[in-house]
RNA sequence: UGGGGUGUAGCCAAGUGGUAAGGCACGGGACUUUGACUCCCGCAUUCGUAGGUUCAAAUCCUGCCACCCCAG
């Protein structure tokens, strides 16, 4: 009998995955990983979420066990997450979370109890294509998790399996329902991986010294003042405090100047600062080797669950640059570009720049 | 201290006798394994203030206060 160890995260996905790779078989495990010490900023949820995994599995009928990857998680996902905000961009923890956490430590510690794969209840599949691994998109289009895991490698993919790619999360729901676990009906989890949902500017509060300046139009117009520039993104709308002024329609963030420590504000959803037409990268993580071609053409997604958008794709010397077939909102210097081919999920990098 | 104007929620702003529009901001929720966006709900028993007229006033009258502008 083959054995996995399955991520628990205390949610309905990664139990029933468990509880279907028992059925197919598996000789399944059940580890919580404990990556935060949510001790010190009060909330308690990981504590919880254990109850759960440890509900889970006596009822699945599985054997759980806790592993702890804290100084892991700070190392390599946290401190870079706050150097990002720090240079004044917005990054994607979770996308690094996966890269170095759940597919590398936590496939690590796999490895070294002999067990030869592990399994997380993400939605996404990895098939076996000519000698290939590829990451697909999941059945469920609406769940899709391939942009978080776009910074894999194939290798990584091998020895992976995702229980999910297959179902829809209604299905999911129900077989909990039906298995009568007891997180059939909870929540699904937002906010950063394993910290969970914060007010994000007290968070973030914590950990950086926050510098107010002005705000300004990009034509120079004093509006007002800002709290922080760490605290906004492109495109961001609340927070601003703006009220009252010009032709009464919403304003938002448009750019960040770190040098003078002034934060850009336009007004209207659709203001052309908002659009821009290509994005740079430095450097791109191709999932399955990269093409052959210098200048392709496929489909990108620059934010979790924002529909294929049409680009060009150039490889440079230096880098990528990806240009967009229509111009598109607030895409953000931080986050990642992923690239698919119809289901096929070639990969991501970080945006470095965006060009208007 | 002569003349003119304005004072409606945090901001902008409708409403000139019939019992407080709307927008922005803000708060809450939905959506969501980042940050955002979006959507939904909420948000002045009260109209600078004190009286008066009226069945009824933010709307009419009078006093006072504040601010603005032009004169000086």
Redesign the pocket.
């Known amino acids: 009998m083959e054995r996995v160890i399955v991520g628990m995260?205390g949610?309905v996905d990664s139990a029933v995955s468990a509880y279907l790779l028992k059925q197919q078989g598996y000789d399944v495990v059940g580890v919580f990983m404990k990556n935060w010490d949510d001790k010190k900023d009060g909330q308690c949820t990981a504590a919880e979420d254990f109850d759960d995994v440890r509900s889970v599995c006596n009822a699945i009928g599985i054997p759980y066990y806790t592993v702890n990857f804290e100084k892991e998680y700070w190392e390599r996902v946290f401190s870079y997450f706050l150097k990002e905000y720090q240079n004044g961009r917005?990054?994607?923890?979770?996308v690094l979370?996966?890269q170095e956490i759940?597919f590398s430590a936590f496939w690590d510690f796999a490895h070294k109890t002999g067990t030869r794969y592990i399994a997380?209840g993400?939605?996404a599949k990895a098939e076996n294509v000519n000698g290939k691994v590829l990451l697909k998109k999941a059945a469920d289009q609406?769940?899709d998790?391939t942009?978080?895991?776009c910074m894999l490698k194939m290798e990584q993919l091998e020895n992976v399996l995702f229980p999910l790619g297959d179902m829809q999360k209604s299905e999911v729901r129900k077989i909990a329902e039906e298995q009568g676990l007891a997180v059939a009906r909870k929540?699904?989890?937002?906010?950063?991986?394993f910290i969970g949902?914060?007010k994000?500017?007290e968070f973030l509060k914590n950990y950086l010294p926050a510098r107010p300046g002005e705000m300004r139009t990009l034509s120079g117009e004093y509006i007002g003042q800002h709290d922080g520039l760490m605290y906004y993104?492109?495109?961001?709308?609340?927070?601003?405090?703006?009220?009252?002024?010009g032709t009464?329609?919403?304003?938002?963030?448009v750019k960040k100047d770190m040098d003078q420590n002034i934060l850009y504000v336009e007004q209207g959803?659709n203001h052309p600062a908002l659009y821009s037409r290509a994005l740079w990268m430095r450097a791109f993580n191709f999932i399955s080797g990269a093409p052959g071609a210098k200048q392709f053409e496929c489909g990108a997604k620059f934010?979790?669950?924002?529909p294929d958008q049409q680009v060009n794709v150039s490889v440079k010397e230096d880098g990528y640059l990806v240009e967009f077939a229509q111009k598109q909102?607030?895409v953000?210097p931080g986050?990642y570009c992923v690239l698919y081919d119809g289901d096929i999920c070639l990969g991501g990098g970080v945006i470095e720049d965006v060009l208007f």
């Open positions: 995260s949610g917005t990054p994607n923890p979770d979370c996966n759940k997380t993400h939605y609406s769940k998790q942009y978080f895991l929540k699904d989890s937002t906010g950063i991986c949902e914060r994000f500017k993104t492109l495109g961001q709308r609340r927070g601003l405090d703006i009220g009252g002024r009464g329609e919403r304003w938002f963030v959803a934010r979790y669950r924002q909102r607030a953000t986050q």
